[in-house]
Protein backbone atom coordinates (compact mmCIF):
# COMPACT_ATOMS: atom_id res chain seq x y z
CA UNK A 1 0.00 0.00 0.00
CA UNK A 2 1.07 3.48 -0.68
CA UNK A 3 1.39 5.20 2.16
CA UNK A 4 0.69 9.47 1.65
CA UNK A 5 2.51 11.86 4.40
CA UNK A 6 1.05 15.26 4.41
CA UNK A 7 3.22 18.24 6.32
CA UNK A 8 2.60 20.35 7.63
CA UNK A 9 -0.34 19.22 9.93
CA UNK A 10 -1.66 22.68 10.36
CA UNK A 11 -0.51 25.64 8.55
CA UNK A 12 -0.89 29.20 9.65
CA UNK A 13 -1.00 31.99 7.39
CA UNK A 14 -2.03 35.22 6.36
CA UNK A 15 -4.99 36.16 4.19
CA UNK A 16 -2.66 37.39 0.50
CA UNK A 17 0.41 35.37 1.64
CA UNK A 18 1.41 32.21 -0.33
CA UNK A 19 0.51 28.84 1.21
CA UNK A 20 2.81 25.66 0.63
CA UNK A 21 1.68 22.46 1.02
CA UNK A 22 3.50 18.79 0.57
CA UNK A 23 2.68 15.84 0.28
CA UNK A 24 4.88 12.75 -0.29
CA UNK A 25 4.51 9.18 -1.27
CA UNK A 26 6.07 5.94 0.30
CA UNK A 27 6.87 4.75 -3.41
CA UNK A 28 6.81 6.60 -6.94
CA UNK A 29 3.09 7.33 -8.11
CA UNK A 30 4.66 9.03 -11.46
CA UNK A 31 2.27 12.31 -11.78
CA UNK A 32 -0.90 9.71 -10.67
CA UNK A 33 -1.58 12.24 -8.02
CA UNK A 34 -4.69 14.53 -6.82
CA UNK A 35 -5.31 17.30 -4.72
CA UNK A 36 -8.40 18.37 -2.84
CA UNK A 37 -10.02 20.91 -0.48
CA UNK A 38 -12.69 20.16 1.85
CA UNK A 39 -14.64 23.05 3.79
CA UNK A 40 -16.64 22.05 6.82
CA UNK A 41 -19.50 19.97 6.31
CA UNK A 42 -18.93 19.60 2.39
CA UNK A 43 -18.06 17.03 0.30
CA UNK A 44 -14.13 17.69 -0.93
CA UNK A 45 -13.40 19.41 -4.14
CA UNK A 46 -10.96 18.12 -6.93
CA UNK A 47 -8.41 20.98 -7.34
CA UNK A 48 -5.28 19.50 -9.21
CA UNK A 49 -5.33 16.11 -10.85
CA UNK A 50 -2.16 14.38 -12.93
CA UNK A 51 0.23 16.30 -10.08
CA UNK A 52 -0.26 19.63 -12.14
CA UNK A 53 -3.89 19.87 -14.09
CA UNK A 54 -5.99 22.18 -12.69
CA UNK A 55 -9.52 21.16 -12.74
CA UNK A 56 -12.48 22.58 -13.97
CA UNK A 57 -12.80 25.50 -12.54
CA UNK A 58 -10.40 26.15 -9.89
CA UNK A 59 -8.67 29.78 -9.67
CA UNK A 60 -5.03 30.20 -11.50
CA UNK A 61 -3.76 30.94 -7.77
CA UNK A 62 -4.05 27.01 -7.24
CA UNK A 63 -0.98 25.03 -8.53
CA UNK A 64 0.34 21.96 -8.48
CA UNK A 65 3.85 19.88 -8.63
CA UNK A 66 6.06 17.25 -8.56
CA UNK A 67 6.58 13.94 -9.76
CA UNK A 68 7.44 10.50 -8.39
CA UNK A 69 7.56 10.50 -4.19
CA UNK A 70 7.30 14.64 -3.53
CA UNK A 71 4.64 16.53 -4.39
CA UNK A 72 3.43 20.56 -3.91
CA UNK A 73 0.21 22.72 -3.55
CA UNK A 74 1.10 26.26 -3.52
CA UNK A 75 -1.46 28.92 -3.37
CA UNK A 76 -0.29 32.11 -4.84
CA UNK A 77 -2.32 34.29 -2.78
CA UNK A 78 -4.40 33.17 -0.02
CA UNK A 79 -7.84 34.31 0.04
CA UNK A 80 -10.60 34.06 2.94
CA UNK A 81 -12.21 31.11 0.99
CA UNK A 82 -9.23 29.09 0.96
CA UNK A 83 -8.75 28.32 4.21
CA UNK A 84 -9.73 24.93 4.75
CA UNK A 85 -8.20 21.38 4.80
CA UNK A 86 -6.24 19.95 1.54
CA UNK A 87 -5.21 16.56 0.81
CA UNK A 88 -3.35 14.43 -1.52
CA UNK A 89 -4.67 10.91 -2.62
CA UNK A 90 -2.28 8.69 -4.81
CA UNK A 91 -4.06 7.01 -7.92
CA UNK A 92 -0.89 5.24 -9.63
CA UNK A 93 -0.67 1.95 -7.36
CA UNK A 94 -4.16 0.43 -6.60
CA UNK A 95 -5.86 -1.20 -4.75
CA UNK A 96 -6.01 0.34 -2.59
CA UNK A 97 -6.36 4.18 -3.10
CA UNK A 98 -4.78 6.45 -0.84
CA UNK A 99 -4.88 9.82 1.10
CA UNK A 100 -2.84 11.35 3.11
CA UNK A 101 -4.17 12.76 6.28
CA UNK A 102 -4.87 16.20 5.38
CA UNK A 103 -3.34 19.53 5.97
CA UNK A 104 -5.04 22.28 7.98
CA UNK A 105 -4.92 26.31 6.33
CA UNK A 106 -6.01 28.41 9.08
CA UNK A 107 -5.74 32.10 9.65
CA UNK A 108 -3.02 33.65 10.87
CA UNK B 1 -24.98 18.89 -14.55
CA UNK B 2 -23.62 15.44 -12.49
CA UNK B 3 -25.37 14.76 -9.38
CA UNK B 4 -24.97 11.78 -6.67
CA UNK B 5 -27.13 11.63 -4.16
CA UNK B 6 -26.37 9.19 -1.17
CA UNK B 7 -29.05 7.74 1.23
CA UNK B 8 -29.50 5.14 3.41
CA UNK B 9 -27.51 6.08 6.25
CA UNK B 10 -28.42 6.12 9.72
CA UNK B 11 -27.96 4.87 13.53
CA UNK B 12 -26.84 1.37 13.67
CA UNK B 13 -26.16 -1.06 16.52
CA UNK B 14 -22.60 -2.75 16.49
CA UNK B 15 -22.79 -5.88 14.87
CA UNK B 16 -26.19 -4.72 12.61
CA UNK B 17 -26.64 -3.94 8.93
CA UNK B 18 -27.09 -1.06 6.95
CA UNK B 19 -27.44 -0.65 3.13
CA UNK B 20 -26.43 2.68 1.37
CA UNK B 21 -27.87 4.08 -2.04
CA UNK B 22 -26.21 6.33 -4.44
CA UNK B 23 -28.38 8.08 -7.11
CA UNK B 24 -26.81 9.34 -10.00
CA UNK B 25 -27.80 11.42 -12.90
CA UNK B 26 -26.92 13.88 -15.73
CA UNK B 27 -24.00 11.47 -17.11
CA UNK B 28 -24.15 7.89 -18.99
CA UNK B 29 -23.96 6.10 -16.09
CA UNK B 30 -23.23 2.52 -17.15
CA UNK B 31 -19.73 4.00 -18.67
CA UNK B 32 -18.39 5.07 -15.39
CA UNK B 33 -16.83 3.38 -12.62
CA UNK B 34 -17.89 4.06 -9.12
CA UNK B 35 -16.95 4.35 -5.75
CA UNK B 36 -17.53 4.74 -2.00
CA UNK B 37 -14.98 7.00 -0.03
CA UNK B 38 -15.70 7.64 3.64
CA UNK B 39 -14.61 10.19 6.56
CA UNK B 40 -14.97 9.22 10.07
CA UNK B 41 -15.84 12.29 12.27
CA UNK B 42 -12.68 14.87 12.60
CA UNK B 43 -10.60 12.41 10.56
CA UNK B 44 -9.37 12.12 6.67
CA UNK B 45 -10.80 10.49 3.99
CA UNK B 46 -10.33 6.89 3.42
CA UNK B 47 -11.58 4.82 0.31
CA UNK B 48 -13.30 2.25 0.94
CA UNK B 49 -14.49 0.03 -2.20
CA UNK B 50 -14.73 0.31 -6.11
CA UNK B 51 -17.13 -1.48 -8.62
CA UNK B 52 -16.25 -0.59 -12.46
CA UNK B 53 -18.66 0.28 -15.02
CA UNK B 54 -20.01 -3.36 -15.82
CA UNK B 55 -19.56 -5.08 -12.77
CA UNK B 56 -16.53 -6.93 -13.49
CA UNK B 57 -13.64 -5.18 -11.11
CA UNK B 58 -14.74 -4.73 -7.62
CA UNK B 59 -12.33 -4.13 -4.90
CA UNK B 60 -12.59 -3.41 -1.03
CA UNK B 61 -10.10 -1.79 1.19
CA UNK B 62 -8.73 -4.37 3.80
CA UNK B 63 -10.79 -2.82 6.93
CA UNK B 64 -13.67 -3.57 5.16
CA UNK B 65 -13.55 -6.86 3.15
CA UNK B 66 -15.68 -9.77 4.04
CA UNK B 67 -18.50 -7.32 5.85
CA UNK B 68 -19.46 -4.66 2.87
CA UNK B 69 -20.37 -5.19 -0.75
CA UNK B 70 -20.64 -3.12 -3.39
CA UNK B 71 -23.04 -3.43 -6.50
CA UNK B 72 -25.10 -1.47 -9.24
CA UNK B 73 -27.95 -1.05 -10.89
CA UNK B 74 -26.64 0.57 -14.90
CA UNK B 75 -30.38 0.23 -15.66
CA UNK B 76 -31.47 1.98 -12.39
CA UNK B 77 -28.38 4.36 -12.18
CA UNK B 78 -28.05 3.67 -8.82
CA UNK B 79 -24.66 1.83 -6.91
CA UNK B 80 -25.15 0.50 -3.61
CA UNK B 81 -23.13 -0.20 -0.48
CA UNK B 82 -24.16 -3.36 1.83
CA UNK B 83 -22.84 -3.14 4.83
CA UNK B 84 -22.86 -5.58 7.51
CA UNK B 85 -21.53 -7.08 10.95
CA UNK B 86 -20.74 -3.08 11.46
CA UNK B 87 -18.55 -1.53 13.93
CA UNK B 88 -18.13 1.46 15.75
CA UNK B 89 -14.83 2.37 13.75
CA UNK B 90 -17.44 2.01 10.74
CA UNK B 91 -18.70 5.32 11.45
CA UNK B 92 -18.58 8.02 9.33
CA UNK B 93 -19.55 9.78 6.29
CA UNK B 94 -19.74 7.87 3.11
CA UNK B 95 -19.45 9.41 0.09
CA UNK B 96 -20.39 8.36 -2.92
CA UNK B 97 -17.95 9.28 -6.09
CA UNK B 98 -17.43 8.55 -9.90
CA UNK B 99 -14.64 8.31 -11.54
CA UNK B 100 -11.40 5.76 -11.90
CA UNK B 101 -8.69 7.62 -10.00
CA UNK B 102 -9.10 11.35 -9.13
CA UNK B 103 -12.37 11.99 -8.14
CA UNK B 104 -14.57 15.23 -9.50
CA UNK B 105 -17.45 14.26 -8.77
CA UNK B 106 -18.81 13.69 -5.10
CA UNK B 107 -22.06 13.15 -3.39
CA UNK B 108 -23.25 15.09 -0.59
CA UNK B 109 -22.61 12.16 1.96
CA UNK B 110 -24.63 9.88 4.26
CA UNK B 111 -23.82 9.60 7.99
CA UNK B 112 -23.57 6.37 9.59
CA UNK B 113 -23.36 6.10 13.39
CA UNK B 114 -22.62 2.34 14.88
CA UNK B 115 -23.59 3.31 18.44
CA UNK B 116 -25.81 0.76 21.00
Known amino acids: EVVMTQSPATLSVSPGERATLSCRAS??????LAWYQQKPGQAPRLLIH???TRATGIPARFSGSGSGTEFTLTISSLQSEDFAVYYCQQYDDWPPWTFGLGTRVEIK | EVQLVESGGGLVKPGGSLRLSCAAS????????MNWVRQAPGKGLEWVSSISSSSNYIYYADSVKGRFTISRDNAKDSVNLQMSSLRAEDTAVYYC?????????WGQGTLVTVSS
Open chain 2, 26 to 33: GFTFSTYT
Open chain 2, 97 to 105: TRGDGDYVH
Open chain 1, 27 to 32: QSVSTN
Open chain 1, 50 to 52: GAS
